[in-house]
């Protein structure tokens, strides 16, 4: 097993959904090898952004004769604006932070996630919350 632990990290992102990382998280790794398996454990310890640690595995086959296809990707301009300009909402001013919890018919507190809605108890708590009202009319 080789154990790889990372400081100083930029600020990024843990998953596509926009999950963020601070320039405080720590990062440790586990590769183990069982023969022609591997696993890869990652734990992210993030005290900006997370209120337990991010745990995640991957397994990996060994495959001596597999040769990668390239992939190029080719950058598009999707928007107009100006150099240097980052897409953003400030706190408290994201019209659209609700819109799966409205659609979906979820408690607004609920689809925010953290540690507690990862666990049996939360059910409890869930049935106590407010279910804000489908957009557009129940009907809709």
């Known amino acids: 097993m080789l154990k790889v632990k990372t400081t100083h990290l930029k600020e ?14 720590e990062m440790t790794e586990y590769f183990i090898r069982h023969g022609d398996d591997l696993t890869v454990v990652t734990i992210v310890k ?4 997370l ?18 296809t390239p ?16 897409p953003h909402h400030l706190p408290g001013t ?6 799966y ?9 609920a689809v925010r996630g953290g540690a507690e809605t990862m666990y049996p108890e939360y059910q409890q708590k869930l049935a106590t919350l407010p279910i804000p009202p489908k957009p557009g009319g129940a009907g809709k």
Do not use: M
């Open 51 to 68: 209120t337990e640690p991010l745990i995640r595995t991957s397994n990996w086959i060994l495959n001596p004769g597999y040769a990668p």
């Open 101 to 109: 919890a409205r659609k979906n018919g979820f408690p607004e507190a």
């Open 71 to 86: 992939q190029y990707c080719v950058p598009s301009r999707e928007l107009d604006h100006p150099v240097g300009w980052v």
């Open 12 to 25: 990024g992102w843990l998953r596509r959904n926009g999950l963020p990382r601070s320039e405080k998280a």
């Open 46 to 49: 993030d005290p900006v952004f």
């Open 94 to 99: 994201n019209p659209w932070l609700y819109d």
